[in-house]
């Protein structure tokens, strides 16, 4: 009885953090089927990776979890995956011999220079519509959503 109230009472496409999965769902596989329509071989995840690796050298894999919000064996193997493809690679660390460094190549560099050239009109393309006023509601929503679920 309980179960049927719900579903009565509330349909999935009213709940909005259901909205908002679909809608960064619905763009991450557009966004992505764009970059491999020109040859991109990265995925939007692994390039969140890499992006990390780029803006915060020496950080190590745990914080990198953190930051693309993926557990730890999820980045292990995008990890993985990006040192046998050559994007990435794994060095020694000089100070603790038990740590290793996590190394963009600059074969990652070339290839997030050429995708850093089509992601702008991606998201042009998914904005279109909004705002300037819009975005700024929506990134403050975000924010105070983000920031609730952290108290």
Same mark, same amino acid.
């Given at each position: 009885m309980?179960?049927?109230n719900i579903?009565?009472?509330e349909k ?5 953090f259901?909205k ?7 763009y991450?596989?557009?966004a /992505? ?11 939007i995840d692994?390039?969140? %990776?890499?992006? !990390?690796?780029i ?12 930051? %693309? ?8 193997r995008?990890?993985n ?6 994007y990435? *690679?794994r ?15 600059? *074969? ?9 050239? %089509? ?10 519509g ?6 700024q509601?929506t990134?403050?929503?975000?924010? /105070?959503?983000?920031?609730? !679920?952290?108290?």
């Amino acid at each position: 009885m309980y179960y049927n109230n719900i579903i009565q009472v509330e349909k999935l496409d009213s709940i909005i953090f259901y909205k908002i999965d679909r809608a960064i769902r619905t763009y991450r596989q557009f966004a /992505q089927a764009r970059l491999r329509s020109l040859g991109h071989q990265i995925t939007i995840d692994q390039w969140l %990776v890499i992006r !990390c690796l780029i803006e915060n050298p020496g950080i190590q894999q745990n914080e990198i979890s953190e930051l %693309v919000f993926k557990d730890a064996a999820s980045v292990n193997r995008m990890i993985n995956l990006l040192v046998e493809s050559k994007y990435l *690679k794994r060095k020694i660390n000089k100070t603790d011999r038990r740590k290793m460094d996590i190394l963009v190549t600059q *074969k990652a560099l070339d290839a997030m220079e050429a995708m850093d050239e %089509v992601i702008p009109t991606n998201r042009a393309t998914a904005l279109s519509g909004l705002t300037q006023e819009e975005m700024q509601i929506t990134t403050k929503v975000m924010t /105070q959503i983000a920031s609730n !679920c952290k108290k």
